[in-house]
């Protein structure tokens, strides 16, 4: 099993959806999560954290299923510049300060 | 206010010619990483440095090689590119110094292409 596993898309939605992206991790002993936004041949940058009660920021929800060991993040009202790719970025284990990545899920916005 | 910043962009260089990638960081972080980025690929760990401890992951080459002068400053050598190297480097800072837990802060990336 991957350590990170994400689809990688292409996800083609129409201005003004709402779509989810999932990813899988594991270790069980991960404790840190995060979703980056990656444009093309750009630089990762971080989107959110993903906190164990689940977080929230504008259009942009992230869940974290620690039993499941399942990440998810919810674009509502996607707009035109939200087309990236995003990558689902967990820890390497209890006390690890190193992050492992997944391939990214492609998000294409469509006028 | 670019707070980790790598140069140059964009470096072409001829196949078995040595080349080095510089990274700054003006955020004091403690960590200092150098990610390989091949298309539609997550980005690969080469090695990090630790304050001054340097850290190779198992599978890094032995043609990749890092040094960090100072908490500031991180480079990355290549010492005889071949054409697989070509991608995008890329270098991330993180700290430590308020948990393990913190997310990792990227530059813009070098572009490298091989002749």
């Known amino acids: 099993r991957k350590e990170v596993e994400q689809d990688p898309g292409p996800f083609n939605v129409p201005e003004g959806a709402t779509v989810a992206f999932n990813c899988t991790y594991s270790n069980s002993a991960s404790q840190s999560f995060f979703w980056y936004r990656q444009d093309c041949r750009k630089e990762p940058k971080l989107l959110m954290s993903v906190y164990s009660s689940g977080n929230e920021d504008g259009r942009f929800t992230a869940q974290l299923n620690r039993a499941s060991q399942y990440i998810s993040l919810l674009i509502r009202d996607s707009k035109l510049s939200d087309s990236a790719t995003y990558l689902c970025v967990v820890n390497k284990g209890a006390g690890s300060y190193q992050l492992t990545f997944g391939k990214g899920t492609k998000l294409s916005v469509i006028p | 206010d670019a707070m980790v910043i790598q140069n140059p962009r964009y470096q072409v260089t001829q196949f078995g010619k040595p080349v080095t990638l510089s990274c700054s960081q003006t955020l004091n972080h403690n960590v200092m990483y150098w990610y390989q980025q091949k298309s539609s690929q997550a980005p690969k760990l080469l090695f990090h440095?630790?304050?001054?401890?340097?850290?190779n992951e198992a599978d890094t080459p032995d043609n990749f090689q890092s040094r960090r002068p100072n908490t500031s400053f991180c480079f990355l050598d290549i010492r005889s590119p071949g054409l697989g190297d070509a991608a995008m480097y890329l270098c991330a800072t993180s700290s430590t110094s308020t948990g393990f837990n913190q997310p990792q802060h990227f530059g813009d990336g070098t572009r490298l292409s091989i002749l």
């Open positions: 440095y630790y304050d001054k401890d340097f850290n």
